[in-house]
C-alpha cells in the first residue's frame, strides 16, 4: 500500500514540482487537496465496513462511525439479522426489533441484549502522517491523484488570471488533467461492475 509521502511524490512529478528547494506547493496545500479528492472517491465509491458496538443495558441508539454515510444491515446477535424501519419513525410498542439509521446513529426499538453488528458504507480515511497508508484500491489512488492534480491546477489558473489574464500552458495542462481524471474514473467504475 502507498504511503501519503509516495502519493504526495506521485502528485509533485505529475504536477512537474519536483525541486525540492523550492517547491511551487507546499505539502499541507497538496495533503489538502489529495484529501478532498479521497473524500469524492469515498463519496462515489463508498468502502464497506463493519463495526462491532457493545450492547449497554438500557440503552437503544448507539453513535456509529464518523465515517459512516450509509447503513446497509444491523445484527442482534452476530447472524441475526435485525429488520429495518423508516428514520423518525417510532418503534411501535409490542413490534418485533428494528433500527433506523439517523443523525449519525442506530436507533434501536429497544435496548439490545447482544452486541451489534452494523454494516455500512462510508468515507476512506485519510493518512494520519506521511508514513500512514492509503486504504484505497490503486484505481482509487490514481482518481486522488488525478483529482488532487486538478485542484492544484485550477488554483494555478486562478492566480495567473489574476497577474496578467491567464496562461495556455496551465490552461492546456488543465484540460489534460480534466483527461486523465474521467480515465481514471472510468477505470473505476469498470473494476467495480467486474
Same mark, same amino acid.
Given at each position: 500500500m502507498a504511503t501519503l509521502a509516495e502519493v504526495r511524490a506521485r502528485l509533485r512529478r505529475g504536477l512537474e514540482d519536483?525541486?525540492?528547494?523550492?517547491?511551487?506547493?507546499?505539502?499541507?496545500?497538496?495533503?489538502?487537496?489529495?484529501?478532498?479528492?479521497v473524500r469524492e472517491y469515498g463519496a462515489r465509491f463508498p468502502r464497506e465496513a463493519t463495526v462491532t458496538i457493545v450492547a449497554v443495558? %438500557?440503552? $437503544?441508539?448507539? +453513535?456509529?462511525?464518523?465515517? /459512516?454515510? !450509509?447503513? @446497509?444491515?444491523?445484527?442482534?446477535?452476530?447472524?441475526?439479522?435485525?429488520?429495518r424501519r423508516a428514520p423518525r419513525t417510532?418503534?411501535?410498542?409490542?413490534?418485533?426489533?428494528?433500527?433506523?439509521?439517523?443523525?449519525?446513529?442506530?436507533?434501536? %426499538?429497544? $435496548?439490545?441484549? +447482544?452486541?451489534?453488528?452494523? /454494516?455500512? !458504507?462510508? @468515507?476512506?480515511?485519510?493518512?494520519?502522517?506521511?508514513?500512514?497508508?492509503?486504504?484505497?484500491?490503486?484505481?482509487?489512488?490514481?482518481?486522488?491523484?488525478?483529482?488532487a492534480t486538478i485542484l492544484a491546477l485550477q488554483r494555478r489558473e486562478i492566480a495567473a488570471v489574476k497577474r496578467r489574464g491567464g496562461s495556455?500552458?496551465?490552461a492546456l495542462a488543465l484540460e489534460a488533467a480534466r483527461r486523465s481524471y474521467a480515465d481514471a474514473l472510468r477505470c473505476c467504475r469498470r473494476v467495480r461492475t467486474e
Open positions: 519536483t525541486d525540492p528547494v523550492a517547491p511551487l506547493w507546499p505539502d499541507a496545500e497538496l495533503n489538502e487537496w489529495l484529501a478532498v479528492a443495558p %438500557g440503552q $437503544a441508539e448507539y +453513535a456509529l462511525p464518523t465515517d /459512516a454515510r !450509509r447503513v @446497509l444491515r444491523v445484527e442482534s446477535p452476530a447472524g441475526w439479522p435485525v429488520p417510532g418503534h411501535e410498542p409490542g413490534a418485533a426489533q428494528s433500527w433506523a439509521h439517523f443523525g449519525g446513529a442506530i436507533g434501536l %426499538g429497544y $435496548a439490545p441484549t +447482544a452486541s451489534l453488528v452494523v /454494516a455500512y !458504507r462510508g @468515507l476512506y480515511p485519510f493518512p494520519a502522517n506521511d508514513s500512514a497508508t492509503f486504504d484505497l484500491p490503486d484505481e482509487g489512488i490514481d482518481l486522488a491523484v488525478a483529482g495556455p500552458e496551465v
